[in-house]
């Protein structure tokens, strides 16, 4: 049987050297339709508060959703990694109350409120690589599975549609996404797999 971290290895190197090669120009007209597809679902319009993430290594650009979410009245909260691989969430105001946080990705400051009532919530997700099923391939180190396992809002990826493959290897531990946002408009999962 092929070892799933090295399938996951192979499949995360890949689409991380597919992304971060696409042009800045298409980069940049791919993430406003996104931002815009986001805006149009029900999660979005329902929620008060949104679980976001800075964008990083060819990510979807995540700076202007989270000032177009602030604009139009909405809580959000990034995260801050822990040591023991958690993820605790801060609300923040705008691009002020972030410092360089682990893996020198921007995260809140230390005074910014921790998030401890997530109803009315919905978490954006990141992942180098997604499947028509929700499965995911994150960064290696779990921190959002760990969270997701006990979250119960809305899970939410944003990708490219060239990061969009039929299926990627999940593991027991592994959390799927609801839904699917990509340059094209929202995608459906089907929930049908595990593994």
Same mark, same amino acid.
């Not at 990510?59 to 909260?77: N, P, S």
């Not at 105001?93 to 921007?106: N, R």
């Not at 959390?175 to 593994?195: F, Q």
């Given at each position: 049987?092929?070892?799933?971290?090295?399938?996951?290895?192979?499949?995360?190197?890949?689409?991380? /050297?597919?992304?971060?090669?696409?042009?800045?120009?298409?980069?940049?007209?791919?993430?406003?339709?996104?931002?815009?597809?986001?805006?149009?679902?029900?999660?979005?319009?329902?929620?008060?508060? %949104?679980?976001?993430?800075?964008?990083?290594?060819? /990510?979807?650009?995540?700076?202007?959703? %989270?000032?177009?979410?602030?604009?139009?009245?909405?809580?959000?909260?990034? @995260?801050?990694?822990?040591?023991?691989?958690?993820?605790?969430?801060?609300?923040?105001?705008?691009?002020?109350?972030?410092?360089?946080?682990?893996?020198?990705?921007?995260? @809140?400051?230390?005074?910014?409120?921790?998030? /401890?009532?997530?109803?009315?919530?919905?978490?954006?997700?990141? +992942?180098?690589?997604?499947?028509?099923? +929700?499965?995911? %391939?994150?960064?290696?180190?779990?921190?959002?599975?760990?969270?997701?396992? +006990?979250?119960?809002?809305?899970?939410?990826?944003?990708?490219?549609?060239?990061?969009?493959?039929?299926?990627?290897?999940?593991?027991?531990?592994?959390?799927?996404?609801?839904?699917?946002?990509?340059?094209?408009?929202?995608? @459906?999962?089907?929930?049908?797999?595990?593994?």
């Amino acid at each position: 049987m092929v070892d799933l971290r090295m399938q996951k290895y192979e499949l995360r190197k890949k689409y991380l /050297e597919l992304r971060e090669g696409i042009p800045d120009e298409t980069r940049a007209e791919w993430d406003a339709k996104i931002h815009a597809a986001f805006a149009n679902t029900a999660a979005f319009r329902y929620c008060s508060l %949104i679980l976001a993430y800075s964008s990083v290594r060819g /990510e979807c650009d995540t700076a202007r959703l %989270i000032d177009m979410c602030l604009q139009r009245g909405k809580q959000v909260a990034l @995260p801050v990694s822990e040591s023991d691989f958690k993820l605790v969430f801060k609300i923040i105001t705008g691009p002020q109350d972030l410092e360089t946080g682990k893996y020198s990705i921007p995260a @809140p400051a230390a005074d910014c409120r921790v998030v /401890e009532d997530f109803s009315r919530s919905l978490c954006l997700v990141p +992942g180098v690589v997604f499947d028509r099923a +929700g499965w995911r %391939i994150g960064y290696g180190r779990g921190y959002y599975d760990r969270f997701l396992s +006990g979250y119960s809002g809305s899970k939410i990826g944003l990708a490219y549609r060239s990061c969009i493959i039929d299926r990627v290897p999940a593991g027991k531990n592994d959390v799927s996404v609801d839904l699917l946002i990509c340059e094209r408009g929202a995608m @459906p999962v089907t929930k049908n797999r595990r593994g």
